[in-house]
Every structure is written in C-alpha cells, then in structure tokens.
C-alpha cells in the first residue's frame, strides 16, 4: 500500500543517514589513530631527546665541577703571585727612590685595562645580540653628556676604583630600570616591566679585590673605556 511504500522510503532514508554517519565516524576513528600514532613518534623522539641533553648536562656538570675544583686550586698561587709582584714593585721603587710606576708595571696595566675593555665589549654585544630591543637604550646610554646622572656615575665608580664586574652588573642594572622609568612616564597604555638579564659575570673574592684595589688607578682610565664604547 502507500503507507508502506512511504515507511520504506522513509526508512531507506534512516539507513542512508546512518550509514553516512557512521562512515563519518569510521573517518574521525582513523584520523586520530594516525594522529595518536604520529603523537607517540613525536613522543619518543622528544624522550630520546631529554634523555641526551641529561646525558650532555652530567657532562657539562663534571666540566663545571672540575673547572671550579681547578680554580680553587689555583687562588692560592694566584694570592703569592699577587704578594709577589706587589713586593717587587716596592723593592723596585725602594731601588729607584721614587713611587711612579715603571714602564713595565704602565705596560702590564695598559695590557689589562685593553683586556678589561674586550672583556666589556663582548658582554655588551652578547646583551645586544639577546635582545635587540636594548639597542636604542645602549646608544643613548653611551651618547649622553657628561652631566647625565648615569655618566656621572659610571665616572665616579671609574675614578673611585678599579671597575670590576660587580660594577658593570650595577650600571646594567640602573640602566634597565632608567628604560623601565621612561616607559612608564610617557603615558603609554602598555605595561612596561623590568627585564632581567643574567650576566653570568663573576664576582671578584674579598681577596681579589683587594688586590685589585692595590693596583694603580691608571688602569681604569674614563676616557679610556668611554672610547672604546663609541668607536
């Protein structure tokens, strides 16, 4: 009859919907299949992966460990050289009954304060070269006058002592705050924060520095330094 014929109609409909839901399915079923397959090989690169830069860390960790076992070691020869030397240069102006410098001491301090000024130089550049975003500030950091209060401070630690690496950590650091304060101050909607950068620098022992400090001041020569920034 036409009823039935209709419900058959309707039903092949049903059977036609159903089967291409479930081809659908069957699809979705096979594509995350391929998918979790792939994500277990990204898997188990990524463990093969960690497993070699553990492996490369333990060996970085011995060289570290041994380096600074080798550095321990030679602190007290650096001690009795530093003695030594500052004991012949008194002998050596005791014998010439003044208290200048000799030319080789003015040679060794110019060979240091040449060593100093690369040593600077590359830690700049490696700041520079992890963020680009520093470069504006540098410039303008290095080409103000003389009367800006970070110049005036980069002089006063300068003349005050030898300028050690603790001393190029604090002139960074005020730096990075001056560019955080300017941001902040020219009204901009975006929030500007701190960025912190590690330097890796070491910092000189009591010892150290008083060693250092008993050299003479020509070594940290301003015009010196403050040249080598601008070329």
């Not at 001041?217 to 070329?231: E, F, M, P, V, Y």
Request: charge should be positive.
């Amino acid at each position: 009859t036409g009823e039935e014929y209709e419900e058959n109609l309707k039903l092949e409909e049903e059977k036609r919907a159903a089967d291409e839901k479930y081809r659908y399915k069957q699809r979705q079923i096979k594509e995350l299949q391929e998918n979790l397959q792939s994500m277990e090989k990204n898997f188990d690169t990524v463990l093969k992966q960690e497993a070699l830069v553990q492996e490369q860390k333990k060996e970085k960790q011995a060289l570290v460990l041994q380096l600074n076992k080798d550095i321990e070691e030679q602190k007290p020869k650096l001690e009795r050289v530093i003695k030594q030397c500052s004991r012949l240069s008194r002998e050596i102006q005791s014998l010439k009954k003044t208290k200048t410098e000799t030319q080789e001491e003015r040679d060794i301090d110019l060979r240091e304060l040449k060593s100093f000024n690369r040593t600077i130089d590359k830690l700049l550049a490696d700041v520079l070269e992890a963020n680009p975003d520093l470069t504006t500030p540098f410039q303008m950091y290095f080409h103000q006058n003389t009367h800006c209060c970070w110049v005036a401070l980069l002089q006063a630690t300068i003349r005050s002592s030898y300028f050690t690496y603790r001393d190029f950590c604090t002139l960074m650091s005020k730096l990075l705050s001056f560019r955080s304060s300017r941001s902040t101050s020219s009204g901009s909607s975006q929030t500007s924060s701190l960025k912190v950068i590690d330097l890796s620098l070491p910092i000189n022992t009591p010892a150290e520095a008083a060693a250092v400090g008993s050299q003479p001041s020509s070594r940290a020569s301003t015009s010196s330094i403050c040249k080598n920034k601008k070329k």
